[in-house]
T-cell receptor, first 113, second 108 residues
Framework: EPEVTQTPSHQVTQMGQEVILRCVPISNHLYFYWYRQILGQKVEFLVSFYNNEISEKSEIFDDQFSVERPDGSNFTLKIRSTKLEDSAMYFC???????????FGSGTRLTVV | KNEVEQSPQNLTAQEGEFITINCSYSVGISALHWLQQHPGGGIVSLFMLSSGKKKHGRLIATINIQEKHSSLHITASHPRDSAVYICAVGGLSNQFYFGTGTSLTVIP
């Protein structure tokens, strides 16, 4: 069964450093999403991406965040200057169509120290 | 404010019991999703609904658009069903709202 692949599974970074979280969506999917889950809290929507541009973003997705689909297969989330409160599990998801179900990746646990 | 409310927050059941988890939402939606999050953190999409009812194995999901309510049922529950079940709604503006989850423990 096709999978959404996320790398790395766990990343530790120092406060203020830039991190790039990588996702490889399912190949025929057109809609891409990033979510995060701070430990013990509910999952939160960050951003949706379609046709090489952001289609929707939440209040959390401020100027320190950016997304890119650099090569037609990867979908990346960049955090420019990480803060302690960015520590969370970050999930990527993709969908073939906005009316179809989503497939989630297994997540990247980001720890900012 | 919570756009999506789930109940109960925690649920413990004996193996074999019929389980119901409820979800109410307050926003206009394009679709409602039921997700399963395992103790290791991975998320699996169980159902996406915009109307009616869907069944997959021992899992049944229903939605009542007029009442803005959905239920997830598990028949003949098993310890491997132990997980957090999350209701999430896709809003009309392609936003996505998540419930806080229902933690289910099925005891052998």
């Amino acid at each position: 069964e096709p999978e959404v692949t996320q790398t790395p599974s766990h990343q530790v970074t120092q406060m203020g450093q830039e991190v790039i979280l990588r996702c490889v969506p399912i190949s025929n999917h057109l809609y891409f999403y990033w979510y995060r889950q701070i430990l013990g809290q509910k999952v939160e929507f960050l951003v949706s991406f379609y046709n090489n541009e952001i289609s929707e973003k939440s209040e959390i997705f401020d100027d320190q965040f950016s997304v890119e689909r650099p090569d037609g297969s990867n979908f990346t989330l960049k955090i420019r200057s990480t803060k302690l409160e960015d520590s969370a599990m970050y999930f990527c998801a993709s969908s073939e169509d906005i009316n179809y179900g989503y497939t989630f990746g297994s997540g990247t646990r980001l720890t900012v120290v | 404010k919570n756009e999506v409310e789930q109940s109960p927050q925690n649920l413990t059941a004996q193996e074999g019991e019929f389980i119901t988890i409820n979800c109410s939402y307050s926003v206009g939606i394009s679709a409602l999703h039921w997700l399963q999050q395992h103790p290791g953190g991975g998320i699996v999409s169980l159902f996406m609904l915009s109307s009616g009812k869907k069944k997959h194995g021992r899992l049944i999901a229903t939605i009542n658009i007029q009442e803005k309510h959905s239920s997830l049922h598990i028949t003949a529950s098993h310890p491997r069903d132990s997980a957090v079940y999350i209701c999430a709604v896709g809003g009309l503006s392609n936003q996505f709202y998540f419930g806080t989850g229902t933690s289910l423990t099925v005891i052998p």
